[in-house]
């Protein structure tokens, strides 16, 4: 069943790691700034979906839609190509990071929203009746529980954040872990044995990733 | 001086206050009793702005509280309310839940609010709990962390809201106590309250509402002694 | 609206892209969903001190990008001489990705239900096979379809990186028409309302059902 003619050439495959690792934190980096700004606009989605402005409704609506129901690789494209209609060029990691982020802002919307509910009113009330205005209520005292009901979805988010980065290589991108393999793929053909690092790689990317969400939430959540 | 004058409120359909009128002088100690659904509550929630109403208005020290051009947050320092839930801000300390609104609100520094809330918070017996969460406090812990809380702002007015009623039975005494020492202190407050012992011992007057309507209003001795509407015989000869 | 060079070939091929997409998807789901099925009774019904290599490739599944796992078996394949086409592979890397999320769905509605519903079951002396699939199968499919539904619409998604592999399936097709139309925006929009047709009203339905299941416990 095996009729291996291939020889593995792993220490060759081994003297690209520190070009890999360099990719690794490039990938990294764009998790973590998609997450943040996904974060950032999901709060404001999760508000303008349950307000009574349709003007506010519709838009965060159909964004939490679309990016629910149709792949996170066309998100990139639309970034990356679709713009081009309009004149805009988006750099392979400026797509590739608005792609993400419009994916993560729509899904943690709906995340942050379900903890919103999840929220007693009373807690709203009892921060107006201090004299707190209506921003500073949620700022102040809505939004840090959200966060703590959303914290587990919302480490999900990042490990997905994580693999939708290796979909830049299909926009061009070059400096992310797997554009920088599939380089050196295609100067040294050792396909097999660079994309099996990199799949380590990754994964433990994931796992120290999950391990590091689990010691914030250790120390941000004593309560 | 809280002034009430013919107020109307209703949620939708349903009308909750049906022309209330109520004066409540300053240092004055009044209890609202009455059935469920009567709009106790929601009563104390117009006073302080967290609902509109429909027709009359409310003055707080001359300040119609419904206007619209009143700042509500600055009218609300003035008035402290504590509900029924203690609503407790989970996510912070207890020397937190009562400085938060002495920093954002009123501006102080860390140092300032903290000395405040300390004193508050010894005031009503938490003074050992300052670090501590309120998940770890028992519900008459929190209910007395949300009165220090509510003072902290040194309110002119106290609103209650049946602040014993999710409470264990033993726990009730030290809440009440907590309230008796604020009125003796003289503090105005309107509490809205199902304990009748308590509402004799501390209220100057006592009002009874039945279906949003302030059905008799009196002193403590002469609403429980000799209640002249018949709402009120009939609610007072159940409770007893 | 849209003053537009595409013309109806055009949109029957970004159609039979499509046709494409839901091909690979059917077959990924249907075999993913019998393995995951199978992973997920072993998960739940073994101890985790037999059952750790599973979770653990299982879990390898999870954290690796698709993409990496579509190259990475489709140059296995090639050294191996196995001789799979693009097809074949991406079938089969998609069905594992698959079996891997509905082992998590189908350990997750197991564990919901509850452990003295089934001791009550085998106290009425119904055998293992009996408590399985008369007690424990209906009770997890309430918990467990609306979690594979949206399985489903994810490797619906997921599945347009077969593009990799130089399969036409409906992304790909847009692309193609981009490049030759030059008319990017129009077609990923074609593009995307296609998805969206496709997936919005199913998603629908998997929120209907989570919400009327859970109602009425
Ligand atoms: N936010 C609201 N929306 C709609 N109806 C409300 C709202 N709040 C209160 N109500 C209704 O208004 C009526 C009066 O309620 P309120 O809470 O003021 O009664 P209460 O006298 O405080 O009763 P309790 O002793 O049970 O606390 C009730 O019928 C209640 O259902
Ligand atoms: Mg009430």
């Avoid at chain 1, 805009?88 to 943690?108: K, Q, R």
């Avoid at chain 2, 013919?6 to 300053?26: C, M, P, R, W």
């Avoid at chain 2, 300390?118 to 007395?144: A, I, T």
């Avoid at chain 2, 309230?179 to 003796?184: C, D, G, S, T, W």
Wanted: aromatic content about 10%.
């Amino acid at each position: 069943m095996f009729d291996f003619s291939y020889r593995f050439q792993w220490a060759q495959a081994m003297r690209h790691l520190p070009r890999m690792l360099e990719g690794a934190l490039v990938t990294l980096e764009i998790a973590i700034l998609s997450l943040v700004v996904g974060i950032a606009i999901a709060v404001l989605l999760a508000v303008a979906r349950d307000s009574k402005y349709i003007w506010l409704r519709a838009p965060a609506t159909a964004w939490v839609e679309v990016a629910r129901n149709t792949p996170a690789l066309f998100q990139i494209y639309m970034a990356h190509f679709g713009l081009g209609s309009f004149g805009i060029y988006l750099s392979p990691y400026t797509a590739l990071l608005a792609g993400i982020a419009f994916n993560n802002a729509g899904y943690l919307a709906e995340t942050f929203r379900g903890a919103l509910r999840a929220i007693p009113e009373t807690q709203t009330r009892a921060g107006r009746s201090l004299g707190m205005g209506q921003a500073q209520t949620f700022r102040l005292i809505v939004m840090p529980q959200m966060f703590r009901v959303a914290f587990l979805p919302t480490t999900n988010q990042m490990v997905w954040a994580i693999l939708m980065t290796s979909l830049g290589v299909t926009v061009g991108m070059a400096t992310d872990l797997t554009g920088i393999v599939q380089n050196l793929n295609a100067r040294t053909f050792r396909t097999f044995e660079l994309f099996a690092i990199a799949a380590v790689l990754y994964y433990l990317i994931a796992k120290t990733v999950m391990l590091g969400a689990q010691l914030i939430a250790w120390r941000l959540f004593r309560y | 001086m809280i002034e009430i004058e013919k107020v109307y409120k209703s949620f939708g359909k349903l009308e909750v206050l049906k022309g209330i009128d109520l004066t409540v002088n300053k240092g004055e100690v009044v209890s609202i009793i009455g059935g469920s659904g009567s709009g106790k509550s929601t009563l104390l929630t117009c006073i302080n702005g967290l609902e509109p109403i429909q027709s009359g208005r409310i003055r707080i020290d001359q300040t119609e509280v419904h206007a619209r051009s009143t700042d509500l947050n600055k009218l609300r320092r003035k008035i402290g309310i504590v509900f029924q839930q203690f609503n407790a801000f989970p996510h912070l300390s207890v020397l937190d839940n009562v400085t938060l609104a002495l920093r954002k609100v009123l501006g102080m520094s860390r140092r300032e609010a903290e000395e405040i809330a300390v004193k508050q918070l010894e005031h009503v017996g938490l003074g050992d709990k300052l670090k501590v969460y309120p998940s770890r406090l028992s519900g008459g812990q929190q209910q007395r962390m949300a009165i220090a809380r509510a003072l902290a702002m040194s309110p002119k007015y106290m609103l209650f809201d049946e602040v014993t009623s999710a409470l264990d039975p033993l726990l009730v005494g030290e809440v009440l106590d907590t309230l008796k020492m604020l009125a003796e202190e003289g503090m105005t407050m309107i509490c809205v309250t199902h304990e009748m012992g308590f509402a004799r011992d501390v209220s100057k007057r006592v009002a009874f509402f039945h279906q949003g309507v302030m059905a008799e209003i009196a002193p403590p001795d002469q609403l429980f002694g000799a209640p002249q509407h018949p709402e009120t015989q009939k609610f007072l000869s159940k409770v007893r | 609206m849209f003053d537009t060079a595409m013309t109806w070939n055009d949109l029957m091929f970004m159609l039979r892209g499509a046709g494409v997409t839901l091909w690979i998807t059917a077959i990924a789901v249907a075999g993913g969903t019998m393995l995951g099925v199978v992973f997920g009774v072993i998960r739940s019904s073994l101890s985790p001190w037999v059952t750790w290599p599973l979770a653990f490739v299982l879990d390898i599944l999870r954290s690796v990008p698709l993409l990496i796992q579509l190259v990475l078996v489709n140059s296995f394949q090639a050294i191996a001489g196995w001789g799979w086409s693009p097809f074949t592979t991406s079938c089969v890397v998609l069905a594992l990705y698959t079996a891997a999320l509905v082992t998590e769905v189908v350990r997750g509605a197991v564990l919901a239900v509850p452990e003295t519903t089934r001791r009550a079951a085998r106290s009425l002396g119904m055998t293992w096979a009996q408590d399985q699939t008369q007690i424990v199968f209906p009770m997890a499919l309430r918990v467990g379809l609306p979690s594979w539904i949206n399985v489903t619409l994810g490797v619906m998604k997921d599945s347009a990186l077969v593009l990799w592999l130089g399969i036409i399936e409906l992304l790909r097709a847009s692309q193609i028409l981009v490049t030759r139309l030059q008319e990017p925006m129009f077609i990923l929009m074609v593009a995307g309302a296609i998805y969206f047709v496709i997936s919005f009203p199913i998603a629908r339905l998997g929120e209907r059902l989570e919400k009327r299941w859970r109602e009425n416990d």
